[in-house]
């Protein structure tokens, strides 16, 4: 059964910073890229980050570019979100996927990706 737990998520204040995990099992995610949603209260789903399947290649929304990076981790099955300079409006649930394609491209919508977690709530106070 394939499976993606994302962990990391809390409370912080404005300007403060915040490290999301997501570790997926039930499939070996090599060659997949990898993403970041979120979801804000009455929002729909919006695009964060992703990383390509080799890691050699990422993309950000605009809102978070400059503040927030992504990674993945050794064993690949890993991927991290790092989240400094946090906003009030970064207040959402988090939500890892993994894409559709095996050694497809980094993609920024969500028809794209096929595997998701049940999201870790981020919530950054004024």
């Known amino acids: 059964q394939v499976q993606l737990v994302e962990s990391g998520g809390g409370l912080v204040q404005t300007g403060g910073s915040l490290r999301l995990s997501c570790s997926a099992s039930?499939?070996?995610?090599?060659?997949?890229?990898m993403g970041w949603f979120r979801q804000a209260p009455g929002k729909e789903r919006e695009f964060v980050s992703a990383?390509?399947?080799?890691?050699?290649?990422?993309v950000y929304a605009d809102s978070v570019k400059g503040r927030f990076t992504i990674s993945r981790g050794g064993a690949k099955n890993t991927v991290y979100l790092q989240m400094d300079n946090l906003k009030p409006e970064d207040t959402a649930v988090y939500y890892c996927?993994?894409?559709?394609?095996?050694?497809?491209?980094?993609?920024?919508?969500?028809?794209?990706?096929?595997?998701w977690g049940q999201g870790t709530q981020v919530t950054v106070s004024s």
């Open positions: 039930g499939l070996t995610f090599s060659g997949y890229a």
């Open positions: 996927a993994v894409a559709r394609t095996r050694f497809g491209g980094t993609y920024s919508t969500s028809d794209k990706y096929n595997y």
């Open positions: 990383i390509s399947w080799s890691g050699g290649s990422t």
